[in-house]
Structures are given as structure tokens and as C-alpha cells.
């Protein structure tokens, strides 16, 4: 039977790339040998480092205006303390909008004064905060722009004088925005490029080398930009199956293809949490994602014969975080609408049976 895959991350990725990623590890581009057996050095594997990068700039449409793309290791996380290790010199603005910005933030405070901007926190993170004022003399401000456990999403940006720094690890390449509104942005390759294992971040490299701190090579963003993404042995098969995601998404159209797609998926759903009286939604319904649509039922007993409908129907990976219970259907790119309209058929079912 069809498995239909919510999972929040590592989650769903198109059928093509998985295809083409597994025979690239048995025979790479005809050459008898694995990708993953080969020289990261090689013309080929260059090539596709190249390839990535330069797919990811264009995607971003931030080809030739400063930026530069790097795919590094340690995952999102790194980067909460890469960002503040490259960029804070004395006092930094965080929005609090979750647990990833907290841990962002705490990674942030070994580095230097940490103002907390915005934050949700006095209603468990279910809304995007609005109406702060950004104090001057930021050396960056810092967002995630996605909230993956709590399903909210900032649909407008914070406007500052300061670098704009932002963790897009779950809705990266999944709707259309003027990215050059940001100076930094990094994300987990897990959700929707790739499996875990590289981290894209894209810079804008004029924000660099202001910092009087001695930055160690590894940890150093201008080391990477001048190695060009392969100072050490770089992430070879995320990077790979990451360039070959890059390529389905321009193939389709790029991101404002699959935001038209990741729209529909997300009415349906939403519609369905909004009329259904057995489920209600959890996160503030301006500040929804479109990736991660966060709900619980109205009536806990009704859990055992929601979950064992669901397992009925193939659909897979809808527990909520452990930290907040509930349900989550993460539908990133690579989701169908078949997909969440098998999840929507359960739930309507659910109704029906009372
Ligand atoms: N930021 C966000 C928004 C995330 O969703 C996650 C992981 N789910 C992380 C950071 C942490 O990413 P990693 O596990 O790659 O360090």
C-alpha cells in the first residue's frame, strides 16, 4: 500500500531523486565506481558541488548580487553558533519564536549580548510576534522564519538596519520572497533538499570579517567561501541528492511552481481543521504554515480510533513534537495533494462516524 509521509523531518522527498541517488551510489554518471567511493577532489564531484551551489542562488534568485551559497556539515544547529561566532560583536536581536530560536539564542549568548526582540512565549510559541520595535545598533537581527514544531510561519519580515539573518531550515525553496531581504540564510538540507548530513547557508559576503573575535577555520564562514564549499570533505551524498532535488524544483517550474502546489495542499488541510468539529487547529490562523499544520482533537478519546484510521490509510509521521502532543502533517515540497487529500479523507470519515 501507498505510504503517504508527514514526517516532519528527515521527511519525504521526490521519487526521481531517490531513484536517481540510489543508482549514483552504485555506478556515478557511468564511471563503474560509487558516488560516495570517489575523490570529493574528482572533475565529477566538483562539478555537482558547482552545480548545487550554483542551483541554489538561482532558485533563490540571488545569482550575482554578493551572495554566496556553501553546503557545510553539523546541520542547522552549527549555524546557531556560526552566525554569532562570524557576526556578533557586542549585541545581537533574536525573535523568539519556538524552540529553535531558543536554542539559537542560547548558542548566541556565549558570543555577547542577546536583546530578545518579539517573542511568543506567553502563548507556547502559537503565534508570530507583531508590533516590536527593532532597537538600532544590532550587529544582525535573527528569525526563523518557519516554526516547524508549532506550525507558524512569518508571512511578513521584520524590517532593520542591521543584517537580517535567518534559520529557513523548514521552508526553504517552499514559497516565493524577495530573498534579498536577507543577508544570511541557512537550513538543514532534511526537509526539503536533501537527507540529512549538509546544511545550505547562503551569504551575503560583504557582511563578513567585521568581527575582532579569531574565528577557527572550520567554524569560519570566509575559510569555506574562499575553498570554495570544500575546505574539508564536504557531505558528498546529501550534497548530491540535494543538487538532484534543486533540479526537480527547477524542472517544475521553481519555487513559484511549488508554492502554487504547496498552497493547495495547505487550504485543503486547513479548511478541513476549520469546519471539522472534531479536530481544532493550534497554531493562530494568520501566522499558519505552510509546511508543518498543527492540530489536536476536540475529544482525546476519540485517539485510538483516529491513529488506527490513519495507520488504515498509509499516512504516516503526524505525532506532534514530543514537546507539545498533538498532531502535525508536515507537507513539504515533495508531498502530494493525493497525500493530504488521503488525510483529509480520514479526518472527514472521523466526522461522519461521530
Ligand atoms: N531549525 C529549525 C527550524 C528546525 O526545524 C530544525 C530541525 N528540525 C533545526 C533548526 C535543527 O536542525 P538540525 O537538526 O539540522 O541541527
Not at 102 to 123: C, H, M, N, P
Not at 130 to 150: A, C, E, F, M
Not at 156 to 171: G, H, I, R, W, Y
Not at 172 to 197: C, E, H, T, V
Request: proline share 3%; net charge negative; aromatic share 10%.
Amino acid at each position: 500500500m501507498k505510504k503517504h509521509n508527514f514526517s516532519a523531518g528527515p521527511c519525504i522527498l521526490p521519487k526521481e531523486v531517490l531513484l536517481k541517488a540510489s543508482e549514483a551510489v552504485i555506478d556515478f554518471n557511468g564511471s563503474g565506481l560509487s558516488l560516495i567511493e570517489i575523490s570529493h577532489r574528482s572533475k565529477d564531484f566538483v562539478a555537482v558541488m558547482e552545480n548545487a551551489r550554483s542551483l541554489a542562488l538561482e532558485l533563490l534568485d540571488l545569482t550575482d548580487k554578493g551572495y554566496k551559497a556553501l553546503f557545510l556539515h553539523g546541520g542547522a544547529s552549527l549555524e546557531f553558533l556560526m552566525v554569532a561566532y562570524n557576526l556578533l560583536e557586542k549585541k545581537a536581536g533574536y525573535l523568539n519564536t519556538g524552540t529553535w530560536s531558543d536554542k539559537a539564542i542560547k548558542e548566541a549568548k556565549l558570543f555577547g549580548e542577546v536583546v530578545e526582540v518579539g517573542s511568543s512565549k506567553d502563548e507556547d510559541f502559537n503565534y508570530i510576534p507583531k508590533g516590536y520595535s527593532v532597537p538600532t545598533g544590532l550587529d544582525y537581527l535573527h528569525i526563523t522564519s518557519n516554526n516547524t514544531i508549532y506550525g507558524t510561519q512569518f508571512k511578513k519580515f521584520p524590517k532593520t538596519d542591521a543584517p537580517l539573518v535567518c534559520d529557513m531550515s523548514s521552508d526553504i525553496f517552499s514559497r516565493s520572497l524577495d530573498f534579498s531581504q536577507f543577508d544570511l540564510i541557512y537550513a538543514g538540507a532534511q526537509k526539503n533538499m536533501g537527507p540529512a548530513g549538509a546544511t545550505l547557508v547562503v551569504i551575503k559576503e560583504d557582511i563578513l570579517g567585521k568581527v575582532s573575535r579569531k574565528i577557527p577555520s572550520m567554524l569560519d564562514y570566509q575559510v569555506h567561501i574562499s575553498k570554495d564549499s570544500m575546505f574539508n570533505t564536504p557531505p558528498v551524498f546529501p550534497v548530491y541528492t540535494s543538487m538532484l532535488t534543486l533540479e526537480w524544483l527547477k524542472n517544475l517550474g521553481g519555487i513559484a511552481a511549488i508554492e502554487e502546489i504547496n498552497e493547495k495542499k495547505a487550504r485543503l488541510l486547513y479548511s478541513e481543521i476549520d469546519l471539522n468539529p472534531v479536530f481544532e487547529g493550534y497554531a493562530n490562523i494568520e501566522d499558519r504554515s505552510l509546511m508543518n499544520a498543527t492540530f489536536n482533537l476536540t475529544d482525546e478519546s476519540l485517539k485510538s480510533t483516529f491513529e488506527n484510521m490513519l495507520k488504515e490509510a498509509g499516512i504516516i509521521g503526524l505525532n506532534g513534537h514530543r514537546s507539545v502532543g498533538g498532531y502535525r502533517a508536515s507537507m513539504y515540497n515533495a508531498l502530494s495533494l493525493e497525500s493530504v487529500g488521503a488525510l483529509v479523507d480520514v479526518m472527514s470519515e472521523m466526522e461522519r462516524k461521530g
